[in-house]
């Protein structure tokens, strides 16, 4: 399998950022040794003095497609997650600073936990979800998925022309404003609505 992460999907991350809102999703890839098993600690990796929490909504796939039309790309999920793209943000600077790809930043052993699926249901918008992130029990990060640059469909279908998508894998749609530095000790729950999917400690 493979994990699919979309970069800058909300306005409001990109502004943080001091980047231009694309017209067009921006994708990068992270292994599948980026997986987190359930319940393990996230350890911070010695290699970053700045790693951040990025709370995504997180889809994963259940059909092969390649070239998905965008009306028919609803077809090819039915089941949604938080996870959080963990960045080691000094790095990133430094691969944009040097036009280099960002995968030593983005992809390294553990940087994208994962929380326990649900189904959608038939009548559930998939761009009217809510998710947040708490940190230490205080609100860190909290949107809802129609303020989206790029809905998941549009990705499905914008990616899917590219690189073939296949059942398991895992579509990490974009961070909302609100990333900051984790630390040791801290403790991150990520939530679709009440419903906290996502534990984790940080060491
Ligand atoms: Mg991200």
Redesign the pocket.
């Known amino acids: 399998m493979k994990i699919i992460?979309i970069?800058r999907n909300y306005a409001a991350h990109a502004k943080e950022m001091n980047s231009a809102v694309p017209t067009e999703p921006v994708f990068f890839f992270k292994p599948d040794t980026a997986l987190l098993p359930k319940r393990n600690p996230f350890f911070i990796p010695s290699f970053s003095k700045d790693v951040h929490h990025?709370l995504?909504l997180v889809v994963r796939i259940n059909r092969a497609g390649k070239s998905i039309e965008e009306q028919f790309a609803h077809r090819y999920y039915n089941e949604v997650s938080v996870g959080i793209?963990f960045?080691a943000r000094d790095l990133q600077a430094e691969c944009k600073a040097k036009g280099l790809p960002w995968e030593k930043a983005k992809a390294f052993d553990g940087s994208a936990p994962v929380g326990d699926f649900i189904t959608l249901s038939k009548t559930q918008n998939i761009q009217n979800i809510d998710i947040k992130l708490t940190k230490n029990g205080e609100v860190v990060q909290q949107v809802n998925t129609s303020q989206m640059i790029f809905s998941v469909n549009q990705i499905i279908s914008y990616v899917s022309q590219f690189v073939t998508l296949k059942i398991g894998d895992l579509i990490?749609t974009?961070?909302p404003s609100g990333v900051g530095p984790v630390a040791i000790n801290d403790r991150l729950e990520a939530y679709i609505g009440e419903h906290a999917l996502l534990k984790l400690n940080v060491k």
């Open positions: 992460c970069g990025e995504e793209d960045t990490f974009g961070t």
